[in-house]
């Protein structure tokens, strides 16, 4: 019973906007597993990870229920979900240096200044960033960025993930490599993954099932 | 709605939970109760009725008298004549600048002048056009004797001439930076580059490419602060005061004149008069209003004519402007040197281009008197500006957190307090707060500060505020942050710089304020402001240069911390430089 709610379960997601119905959609993504959901722009891909992450914008409805390893998630607040998101914008907080943006990640229970750099640095050092924890976000390269960010996310332990178009910007050949990347640690952690894109590769690459939307 | 309910929210947040959505509703009160409720205490006397200087029934003799008045004439043609000219010079000067170099590097060097020219006090500028245009002034001394052959300042009447013309540059020397600071904020919304670049590709001169396609966009953009602009140059106080014609004087100056009679019975003729500089201020709006239709009427015409613009015309254009503009800048940098100099003068005849001799001895003299109002001012200004950035960032936040737009009609509120003439709703303020005794301290100050303080915060910092990518937001949350924590520990450093912006902005609001002070604070309160325009009457050019001086950096101070502060603190951090 327990392994059956394992996952992220969208159980009749209806989504709309002044009563016009935008995305409709009834599926489960088992932990490790991949659903790429995919689409013309404008047809409310992002609306339904901001359903998700509890961002909906209130001028939409939602009906439906979304679950996350049997929890129900309506009605929590986005820091209580365990949802991690990726965008396309790396969106590393420009005021922090790269070692604080995995700080801001990092779990409060986590005590002790020791520990939680313990931490840090640890995952930097995990995804090949030893030696950043003082640069500036900044002055990174786009992959290096994309590591950073992929680490910030995981220190928050989420339950699930979500990739809005988070590969869009990379040029091919760095594309393919941080796709691998944030896919294997998905694998590994066991998270369900929800990603939406445009880009048949994405699909491919994810190999799991895809709904098309529009 | 979603934080009352959390479980996983701090107590704190739920504290402020409850204060948070009252936000908006309390800042339109603190902003608007004083203006509505100022109204009608003006009104009240106007009509005959104030009980506490005898007056019950409703009459019409304070009108009598008013119109009994043989200067009213002259000065309600003043009033309009000097507020439509300088606000028409402004905005003409402000599009033309545009028009001619936005996006040029000449452009970006007349924005880094922006804050500097803006936080400069009305006051203090009028005082530094003054120091440069007097008989005995500095243009006067650069010409004399060589080519004016005066040995002795002449007998002119340039300052405070009868028609209101040094009054009119005084205020578009202010006007222009304000102008072009709102334009600057709303071209940022109208993109203008691509339009431009198609006029120009269809054959369009710079200039009249820009006047075509852009302005038309922009002026929707701008048309409130133009209005703002209207009416406080048609009812300004301060400034008319120092450069502005005696007899009569501007309307405006007359009713504070009248209010300060120590005959209490002129309070109803004062009332009336600041009742009818409303209808005035109203009226001139309306005209405006058929100008602005007349205008767009005659460019659809232009626009459909085809005319490409001369290129020699074109050219002509942007120089001027260009050359008119930096005038008006140098006015006020030449004043404030000429103020400098004077503060430090010993002896210092007429022509001579500078004083014999440079002393400290006026600091020594004046300075130490200037503690109290100096001390004043920043309690004021620190108070204001603490306040309006506090209501603010609630009602931003507020409006964040529980998805509530601003309608675009709800902008007309922010200007209300900048188009209600001043006085007419703070004699009716004073009166109120005399009745609630409340009167005469500082707290009552702070209050009539806040009304002018607010808007101005509000407006620098909500297009900021506005612009920051929510999605820094959701990400901060995903990432486990509450409300609460992404607010102080992601958006507002995040913000640091146009913060201490708004912040510089409200404070050289407040320490600008003349009016407000003099009237709600029962003439108990000095500030710096105050001090120096009261010492306008007397004239001697050191101490006025000691105040001016004085008022001048109390309003700067703010703007070099904006600009400096944040750079210190981020120097190290390249994606937070030039936002």
């Known amino acids: 019973m327990a392994e059956l709610l394992r996952g992220l379960r969208l159980e009749q997601v209806v989504i709309t906007l002044g009563g016009a119905r935008l995305i409709a959609l009834d599926c489960a993504i088992a932990p490790g597993e991949v ?55 790396e969106y590393l907080f420009p005021h922090l240096s790269v ?83 944030v896919f294997a640690t998905a694998r590994r952690r066991a998270l369900p993954v929800l990603q939406v894109t445009h880009d048949q590769s994405d699909a491919a690459a994810a190999g799991g099932a895809v709904v098309v939307l529009g | 709605m979603r934080l009352a309910v959390s479980t996983t929210a701090p107590p704190p947040s739920r504290r402020r939970a409850r204060f948070l959505p009252w936000a908006p509703l309390l800042t339109l009160a603190v902003m608007l109760g004083p ?33 009994a008045w043989p200067g009213l004439p002259r000065a309600v043609a003043l009033s309009l004549g000097v507020g439509f000219a300088a606000t028409a010079i402004s905005l003409g000067l402000v599009v033309l600048i545009c028009a001619g170099w936005a996006g040029t590097r000449t452009f970006g060097a007349i924005e880094r002048l922006l804050s500097p020219l803006l936080s400069v006090p009305h006051a203090a500028a009028a005082f530094g056009l003054a120091f440069l245009i007097a008989p005995s002034g500095w243009i006067a001394r650069a010409l004399s004797p060589g080519l004016t052959g005066w040995a002795r300042p002449p007998d002119l009447l340039i300052l405070q001439d009868p028609a209101g013309v040094s009054l009119i540059l005084g205020l578009v020397t202010k006007e222009v930076p304000f102008l072009l600071l709102m334009t600057l904020a709303a071209l940022t919304q109208v993109r203008p580059g691509q339009s431009l670049r198609v006029a120009q590709a269809l054959g369009y001169g710079r200039v009249t490419g820009w006047l075509k396609a852009i302005f038309p966009q922009l002026y929707r953009q701008i048309r409130l602060p133009v209005y703002a602009v209207l009416a406080f140059s048609m009812s300004v106080v301060d400034v008319a005061i120092i450069l502005g014609p005696n007899t009569p004087p501007t309307l405006a100056v007359q009713v504070v004149r009248w209010m300060s009679d120590p005959d209490l019975s002129m309070r109803f003729q004062a009332a009336a008069g600041a009742v009818l500089q409303l209808g005035l201020v109203l009226l001139g709006l309306g005209l405006w209003r058929l100008m602005e239709v007349a205008v767009a009427r005659l460019g659809r015409v232009w626009i459909a004519s085809g005319a490409r613009g001369r290129r020699r015309g074109e050219q002509a254009l942007r120089m001027g402007a260009l050359m008119l503009g930096g005038l008006a800048a140098l006015a006020v940098i030449a004043g404030l040197a000429g103020q400098v100099v004077w503060s430090f003068a010993g002896l210092w005849q007429f022509p001579d281009l500078l004083p014999d001799a440079l002393t400290l001895r006026n600091w020594q003299r004046h300075g130490p008197r200037l503690a109290g109002p100096v001390t004043e001012t920043l309690l004021i200004a620190g108070a204001a500006t603490g306040l309006a950035l506090l209501l603010t960032l609630a009602s931003l936040e507020a409006g964040h957190r529980h998805g509530l737009r601003p309608a675009t009609r709800a902008l007309w509120l922010l200007y209300l307090p900048l188009i209600v003439p001043q006085v007419a709703f703070l004699m009716g303020f004073q009166t109120l707060s005399i009745a609630t005794g409340v009167d005469g301290g500082r707290a009552a100050v702070v209050l009539a500060h806040l009304v002018f303080v607010l808007p101005y915060v509000f407006l620098s910092l909500s297009e900021p505020w506005r612009a920051w990518d929510a999605r820094q937001g959701v990400i901060a949350r995903a990432l486990g942050a509450g409300p609460d924590r992404v607010l102080w520990a992601v958006r507002l450093p995040m913000l640091l710089r146009p913060l201490l912006v708004a912040a510089a902005v409200g404070f050289a609001v407040s320490v600008g304020q003349y009016l407000p002070t003099l009237l709600v604070g029962a003439g108990r309160v000095a500030t710096l402001t105050t001090e120096a325009v009261a010492l306008a009457a007397g004239g001697d050019r050191r101490v006025i240069g000691v105040y001016a001086l004085a008022q001048t950096a109390a309003a700067f101070a703010p703007f070099a911390l904006a600009v400096v502060l944040p750079r210190a603190l981020w120097r190290n951090r390249k994606g937070m430089r030039g936002g």
């Not at chain 1, 995981?154 to 393919?176: C, I, K, N, Y």
């Not at chain 2, 509505?36 to 200087?53: K, N, Q, W």
């Open chain 1, 99 to 181: 070692g604080a943006n995995l700080a801001f990640g990092l779990k409060a229970e986590v005590k002790g200044r020791a520990e939680r750099r313990a931490r840090v640095l640890a995952a930097l050092a995990e995804v090949g960033l030893e030696g950043f924890a003082r640069r500036d976000p900044a002055t990174l390269s786009g992959g290096q960025r994309a590591r950073v960010a992929l680490q910030r996310m995981l220190l928050s332990e989420p339950r699930a993930l979500l990739l809005d178009e988070a590969f869009s910007r990379l040029d091919t050949g760095l594309r393919a490599q941080v796709r691998e990347l």
């Open chain 2, 35 to 67: 203006v509505l409720a100022g109204l009608s205490g003006t009104l009240a006397p106007a009509l005959g009725y104030m009980p506490a200087l005898g007056g019950h029934g409703v009459t019409l003799a304070a009108f009598d008298a008013l119109f």
């Open chain 1, 35 to 89: 659903l790429t959901v995919m689409g013309p722009s404008g047809v409310g891909k992002s609306t339904l990870l901001a359903a998700i992450t509890g961002t909906l914008d209130p001028a939409f409805a939602m009906s439906g229920r979304i679950r996350l390893d049997g929890r129900d998630l309506t009605g929590l607040p986005t820091e209580a979900r365990r949802v991690g998101i990726l965008f396309q914008d």
